[in-house]
């Protein structure tokens, strides 16, 4: 029987724990954190490269459960928050909600040991150092599988470099793809870099060959256009309610004029008080800014005006079939003279379901003039929070839907335009599909508008992680973003990712912001994940080479 060597597992394990460092924890991550993603995947692949204790390459198996452990600590320790989100917010037992993390964990585990097959594969074909090379492309296809097949691209390695410049260059091309693949190049670049240590004029060659490989990719990325942001010609208001979500929201309930009265007021008074750049990052900045006196709103200084009013992702009973919801809507943009984009659950009449009606989570655009021109039903929901797969087997999940019910995907992507502008808005969790949000883009919108209502993250990393997958949407698409949601982050997000301003978390206040119209289609948002499938082509091609030498 071939055995795997304890320090193998050790590295795998390793691996799962460097991996989760470089992403947001119980906050938003520091810049030095997040340079733990260039070693991450080196004991991975040192361990699955290695040989078993009767000195032979790894088999398939043996590969694929290294990458497994690994993969099931990296996600374990990333999504640790599903725990909290289930028990806290969702109602369950806590057995019940540790047990269904670590499903989740099992499950997606499969795609780390997956990427440990292949790689043992290509071992088994092409040798240690030319598997090497195999490692990106690799590890980009397995990135592209979790998108298209479980429909979860959370963290995408490459998300972790969203703060720096250089590699972010790259994303209107390449899609956060990009970004992962080379920092799991440089992780394969540094074995390559160990085992051929001890060769003749190995360390004069490797050095010479990064020198020009630096150059070579800055002189590429003064090639590439790089657009700078708009000036800033507009304003919006976004609108924090910070409402308590699911089994949390024990206490006395308002009634939905309450609700409606709350919302209006943060909207005509956006906060004097914001900060400038991520909340809780400890950086200089993040600061504390205050509105010069002659913005005060007074008899003599009526309101400024804003060009759009966004309401957040929320649970406050807001329903597009209720006559004092639009009553109130129409009468806000009436008065305000200014679009105002709402998240609320859409009704549209089903013979089939019980009610009558089959309910949306939707985004409802209502015109300067009070009239409702349109809405946006999310079409990427959120398994067991906004519906249940296979809800029979999974019927313990039942209390999740208490607060929001049982949704209905949309069936297109919508864009709103009004006084020469088009706006794209997508919904809570679609932050995470790139090669989705792009669409809004192609479709002629010039600001994308994000709502959600974080509140089911509590103060665990999640928010922050979603925050940092907003920021990469923009920065693919070259918009701006504006973000509303419940409990924060709410934020603009300018076309390179920069947080220009933003609301402090679980605080009920309003956001006043400057943001610009762009009107440039990037390579990525006119072809999306072109590089991806270019990655898992390669892959595949390698794949079925490796597997032809095992029966021929």
């Not at 309003?510 to 590089?531: C, I, M, N, P």
Request: glycine content about 8%.
């Amino acid at each position: 029987m071939r055995l795997i060597p304890p320090r193998l597992w050790a590295m795998a394990v390793l691996s799962g724990i460097l991996q989760v460092l470089p992403f947001p924890i119980a906050g938003p991550v520091p810049f030095w954190r997040t340079t733990f993603c260039w070693v991450a995947l080196l004991p991975l692949i040192w361990a699955m490269l290695a040989n078993d204790k009767n000195a032979n390459p790894l088999t398939f198996r043996q590969g694929a459960a290294l990458g497994y452990l690994s993969g099931f600590i990296w996600y374990l320790g990333n999504c640790y928050w599903i725990y909290q989100t289930m028990y806290l917010y969702g109602g369950l037992a806590k057995p019940i909600a540790a047990g269904i993390l670590v499903l989740f964990c099992l499950y997606l585990g499969l795609y780390h040991a997956l990427f440990g097959a292949l790689l043992a594969a290509f071992r088994s074909r092409f040798g240690r150092q030319s598997a090497l090379i195999f490692v990106p492309f690799a590890w980009v296809a397995i990135e592209l599988a979790r998108a298209r097949i479980t429909g979860l691209p959370w963290d995408l390695l490459g998300i972790a470099q969203v703060d720096n410049p250089m590699l972010t260059r790259l994303a209107p091309i390449t899609g956060a793809y990009g970004l992962s693949f080379i920092i799991a190049a440089v992780n394969a670049l540094w074995l390559i870099r160990i085992r051929l240590r001890e060769r003749r004029y190995t360390r004069p060659a490797l050095t010479v060959a990064g020198v020009i490989i630096v150059v070579v990719y800055i002189l590429g990325l003064r090639l590439i256009a790089n657009p700078k942001p708009s000036p800033t010609t507009a304003t919006a208001t976004l609108v924090q309610e910070n409402l308590e979500v699911g089994a949390a929201n024990t206490g006395p309930q308002p009634t939905t004029q309450q609700f409606l009265d709350s919302f209006s007021y943060l909207s005509r008074h956006p906060s004097r008080t914001f900060l400038l750049g991520t909340p809780e990052l400890r950086d200089t900045q993040t600061l504390y800014l205050v509105r010069p006196r002659d913005e005060e709103e007074s008899e003599a200084n009526p309101p400024i005006a804003t060009n759009l009013i966004v309401w957040p992702e929320s649970p406050a009973p807001f329903e597009d079939i209720d006559p004092q919801f639009r009553n109130v809507m129409s009468a806000l943009a009436l008065s305000a003279q200014a679009p105002v984009i709402v998240g609320n659950t859409g009704f549209e009449p089903s013979p089939t379901n019980r009610s009558g009606y089959t309910p949306y989570n939707r985004a409802s655009f209502i015109n300067p003039d009070g009239t409702f021109d349109g809405h946006y039903d999310k079409m990427h929901l959120v398994p067991f929070g906004e519906y249940v797969p296979f809800k029979d087997l999974f019927f313990f999940a039942k209390n999740l839907l208490n607060e929001v019910g049982t949704f209905s995907p949309g069936a297109q992507r919508t864009v709103f335009s009004t006084g020469g502008h088009t706006y794209g808005v997508f919904i809570c969790y679609e932050s995470i599909f790139g090669d989705e949000i792009r669409q809004l883009s192609q479709q002629g919108a010039d600001v994308l508008i994000n709502i959600s209502n974080d509140g089911w993250y509590g103060d665990t990393s999640a928010a922050w992680q979603h925050l940092n997958m907003v920021r990469m949407r923009a920065i693919e698409n070259h918009r701006w973003i504006l973000r509303a949601t419940n409990t924060g982050v709410t934020a603009a997000i300018n076309p390179l990712g920069h947080v220009t301003a933003a609301l402090p978390r679980h605080q009920r206040s309003s956001l006043r912001v400057h943001f610009g119209y762009e009107h440039d289609l990037t390579f990525y948002a006119a072809h999306g994940d072109l590089f991806a499938y270019a990655c898992a082509f390669l892959t595949t091609l390698g794949l079925i080479f490796s597997l032809k030498s095992k029966f021929t």
